[in-house]
């Protein structure tokens, strides 16, 4: 202030305005620099004024500092298509109006669609493969049209060796089991097996008129070369249970190109045991596109079968899992393994981005994985893993060291709150979803939950040491101890009521009641008939009032 009167004193008015309007400029410059980066860049930067120190630091540690822009990175997989498995808890076909276009915005490219039972054959052979509450043709036609409205490439898949549980389990096709007891592997000796198949893959194609590719499976063919037919025809042409694959799978994979007119896909698990010169010989490097599948957060594959597979196959697709690969019976869905497994499977191809084999790379199949065979319970139900779904196809799109932004985008697109990975625990609940089948998500939340509370319950000491077996064999046990554990274990019964409840509200939107049913019976049932018993043994444990001397 001082300044500015001696200013006023010795200079005219004139150059005192001048020295003002200087003084103002200076002052906006200076406060324009600290401001924040206007919205309108677009780019995408850590807001420092909403994170800690400790949590930059620790994305730091992580290498997930999303400093540079994502348009400047060119994804990896041009082609990202989702499995859907409908072996599992098939939705209903009109759930896919929904789904379809939310997998379109999040990224998505296509859908693999592996029908097993739920496909409707027809014919005397195959009148009984479908199951009761199979799709009709006209509702495969209609979700061929959905996907085609949102530009959605479809890709059948079906099983042609292995997992054939869905045809072999029935009388009329016994006879064409591997192994007689195993309903697992078809017998590729066998006079009508390739009729068959052949028949099934035509109804398939019919009902796909505009499908360009099929995938005919060949994963895990757990029994092969067993049968009296097979060990003959190996005997006389001195092959190998591989040569017996490999002709096999190359007739199937001959007869979807030149007779359907489709590219074949197939499983890469049985060729990783092929020696290079057994596979470049067979000529079946120019005959399927490979999908090369690892599931795990570090990929378990060997880099000779890697380096293998590059010299050998024309084409080649990586195959990640969203869901379905941690457990058979599993029903809460880690985002974060996920995650990782994707994250995996970019740091491997970007190994390749500037060598002539990056052109081999044709895409990457999310698989979704409902049943991990025919004769198991269902695994994670397909809402429930959404969260991990767009998290991976967002993650695809951005790159690696995006996690923190395919997780922000993620929760946007599906109308939640707060993160899907970087939460305290994993099983937050997140009341304000809006997306297709979110209801469902939040009866699997409600699932996890009871879940935790039920093992903490028998795990409890009270349970382990005055309710045991014996106690009720010998109706000797403390009243006190028995009165708490039976209140938290009422609490657990209205807990199991509850979800019948919710599930029966929640699950017609995408299920029919078959499959209400069954994740009701398998998933909860067992659990909640468990802490009844228990709770008619307090009642007839409370009901003594005097006990018998030692030994009883």
Same mark, same amino acid.
């Given at each position: 202030? $001082? ?123 195959? #009148? ?196 379905? $690969? ?18 995996? !499977? ?29 004769? $198991? ?22 790159? #690696? ?36 089948? !979110? ?81 009701? #019976? ?24 005097? !006990? ?5």
């Amino acid at each position: 202030m $001082a300044v500015l009167v001696k200013l006023c004193t010795q200079c005219s008015a004139k150059r005192f305005l001048w020295l003002v309007t200087i003084l103002f400029v200076l002052l906006t410059l200076c406060w324009y620099m600290k401001s924040p980066l206007s919205t309108e860049m677009n780019q995408h930067k850590i807001d420092c004024s909403q994170t800690s120190s400790s949590e930059a630091a620790k994305r730091m540690e992580d290498g997930d500092m999303e400093t540079e822009q994502t348009s400047s990175y060119e994804p990896l997989f041009k082609s990202k298509i989702v499995h859907i498995d409908l072996k599992g808890s098939p939705p209903k076909p009109t759930y896919f109006a929904d789904l379809f276009p939310l997998l379109a915005k999040l990224g998505a490219t296509g859908i693999l669609i592996e029908y097993e039972d739920m496909f409707p054959y027809t014919g005397t052979s195959l #009148e009984n493969t479908p199951a009761r509450n199979a799709y009709t043709p006209s509702m495969v036609l209609k979700i061929n049209q959905l996907a085609k409205e949102n530009h959605l490439e479809v890709i059948p898949l079906i099983q042609t060796f292995g997992h054939l549980e869905f045809l072999l389990k029935l009388p009329e096709h016994m006879h064409l089991r591997e192994v007689p007891e195993q309903p697992q592997a078809i017998c590729p000796t066998h006079k009508e097996t390739l009729p068959l198949l052949f028949h099934m893959l035509q109804q398939v194609a019919k009902l796909h008129p505009e499908s360009k590719r099929i995938h005919i499976g060949a994963d895990e063919v757990y029994f092969i070369g067993r049968c009296t037919a097979c060990q003959d025809r190996m005997n006389n042409r001195l092959w190998s249970t591989s040569d017996l694959f490999i002709d096999h799978v190359t007739a199937v994979a001959k007869f979807v190109n030149d007779k359907l007119g489709m590219r074949p896909m197939m499983w890469d698990d049985e060729f990783r045991s092929f020696t290079e010169p057994q596979l470049v010989q067979s000529g079946i490097g120019s005959l399927v596109d490979l999908v090369v599948w690892n599931y795990k957060p570090a990929l378990e594959l060997d880099r000779d079968i890697w380096a293998k597979y590059l010299k050998v196959f024309d084409a080649i697709w990586a195959a990640s899992a969203f869901k379905g $690969a941690t457990g058979s019976n599993q029903q809460i869905t880690s985002v974060r393994y996920h995650v990782e497994n994707h994250r995996a !499977w970019l740091r491997l191809i970007e190994e390749y981005r500037d060598t002539p084999y990056l052109r081999k790379f044709k895409g990457i199949m999310l698989t979704g994985w409902s049943r991990y065979d025919h004769f $198991a319970v269902t695994c994670e139900l397909l809402p429930a893993a959404f969260p991990s779904l767009a998290v991976d196809l967002l993650l695809l799109q951005y790159g #690696e060291n995006h996690v923190h932004l395919a997780d922000q985008e993620a929760v946007q697109y599906l109308g939640c709150t707060g993160s899907f990975i970087f939460q305290q625990a994993q099983d937050t609940y997140y009341p304000s979803c809006n997306f297709p089948g !979110w209801e469902v998500y939040s009866v699997i939340q409600n699932y996890g939950q009871t879940m935790e509370q039920y093992a903490k319950v028998l795990n409890d000491s009270v349970v382990r040491g005055w309710l045991t077996d014996y106690n009720l064999a010998k109706q000797f046990s403390s009243p006190t101890h028995l009165s708490g554990i039976g209140t938290e274990l009422s609490y657990l019964q209205n807990s199991f009521d509850a979800l019948k409840r919710e599930s029966e509200i929640a699950f017609p939107a995408v299920y029919d009641t078959n499959t209400t049913k069954e994740w009701f #019976e398998s998933h909860v049932k067992p659990m909640a008939d468990k802490v009844g018993e228990l709770l008619m043994a307090i009642e007839v444990l409370r009901s003594k009032n005097v !006990w018998p001397r030692r030994p009883i």
